[in-house]
Structure formats: structure tokens, C-alpha cells
């Protein structure tokens, strides 16, 4: 399931352009009417759309967060090695890289894993490979502090794990990701959809 590009949906909105998204697979379907307002705030969520081959590179090191220039010398190698990342959650002492799995070869994978180690000090590296994202779109969550809840509760039910949280937009919180393993991306969206959503063809 693939959603609108994020820009795109709030360019129109923003130009008050009416936009009406249809699923190109069946056009009799009515679709979604974008518009730049949203008059429902019981529900959250405007949109769900998925996207797979990602890759998350797990780095921790015990003190990270007081480290300076610790990012900027991670985001550095990338920059050598000519590789681009989707998101970057952080904690104290850990951090992920999310980029699309096929910039990775094996060679890379090994020359990058080692530059970590060897000029951050990084305590732990690993890859794993297999993940989706699906990126929960809506800009009413802010005022719903059961969404991530709902979500979570529905995958768990589904026996969906969960592998990361990420939550886009600082404070406004127009975007919230959740990443599964790719062969779970599917049901993951139809369980999330069938829990905000009322019952329609997609």
C-alpha cells in the first residue's frame, strides 16, 4: 500500500486546493477528499501509508547523548560512503539509522560497520535488514493521547512486533512511524486501518 507524498498532500492542503486521492487500481472506488481542514478531532488520523526494503543501523555507546558532534561525525561517514537516511531515533546511549536497504552491499555494509566502531567508539553495531515503515498521517493527534495507544494495541493483538517508534513534526505531531518486518507490513496496515477507519474498500 503505497500513501500520497507527504509534501504533495501539504502543498494542496495548504493552497486550499481540493484533492481528491483515488486508488488507481479501482477507480469506481471513491477515494479520499483532501481538503486544509479537518472537523473531526475523535479520530486522529487522515491518512496510513507503508513503504518496505529499510534497514535500521543500531548504534549505542554509553554516554552518547553528552558526546559533542557525535551526529555530525555519524552523519559524515554517510556522507562518504554517498548513503541517505529516512529517520534517525535517538536515545541516551543508542541510536537508529533507517535507510533504504539496497544502498547497502555486503561490502559497504562491512566498511561502514567498521568506520563506526573504529571513529565513534561505538559500544554496538548492528544491521537488520527486512522492515517497513508505516507512517500514521493526521494532524489532530495532538489532541487524542491514546493514538500510538490504539495503534500498539491493535498490532499486539495481531501479533505484529513492533521493531521502532518514531514521532515526526516535534510538538504539532502531524506524523507518527512505526516500523515491522516487511512481511508483516500488510497486516499491519489493515489492522491499524480497520481500528481508525471505518469499513471501505482501499
Given amino acids: 500500500m503505497k500513501g500520497v507524498n507527504f509534501r504533495e498532500s501539504s502543498l494542496a492542503s495548504d493552497t486550499l486546493v481540493k484533492t481528491n486521492l483515488k486508488n488507481t487500481t479501482k477507480p469506481a472506488v471513491s477515494g479520499t477528499i483532501m481538503t486544509n481542514t479537518h472537523n473531526n478531532k475523535n479520530e486522529p488520523l487522515v491518512e496510513i501509508s507503508s513503504e518496505?526494503?529499510?534497514?535500521s543501523i543500531y548504534i549505542s555507546k554509553y554516554?552518547?547523548?553528552?558526546?559533542?558532534?557525535?551526529?555530525?561525525?555519524?552523519?559524515?561517514?554517510l556522507e562518504d560512503f554517498q548513503l541517505y537516511y529516512r529517520h534517525m531515533p535517538s536515545g541516551v546511549d543508542a541510536l537508529n539509522l533507517v535507510l533504504h536497504e539496497n544502498q547497502l552491499n555486503q561490502i559497504i555494509e562491512s566498511e561502514l560497520i567498521q568506520r563506526i566502531r573504529t571513529e565513534l567508539s561505538a559500544d554496538k553495531v548492528t544491521i537488520e535488514r527486512n522492515l517497513a515503515l508505516i507512517m500514521l498521517i493526521g494532524g489532530k493527534m495532538h489532541h487524542n493521547a491514546d493514538t500510538i495507544a490504539r495503534a500498539a494495541r491493535v498490532l499486539a493483538e495481531k501479533r505484529i512486533n513492533i521493531?521502532?517508534?518514531?514521532?515526526?513534526?516535534?510538538?504539532s505531531q502531524i506524523s507518527l512511524v512505526f516500523s515491522v518486518k516487511a512481511h508483516d507490513e500488510k497486516r499491519a496496515v489493515s489492522a491499524i486501518h480497520n481500528e481508525f477507519f471505518e469499513s471501505v474498500s482501499i
Fill in 52 to 55: 518496505n526494503n529499510f534497514c
Fill in 63 to 77: 554516554r552518547m547523548n553528552k558526546e559533542v558532534g557525535f551526529g555530525r561525525k555519524l552523519l559524515r561517514i
Fill in 163 to 171: 521493531e521502532m517508534i518514531h514521532m515526526n513534526q516535534g510538538s
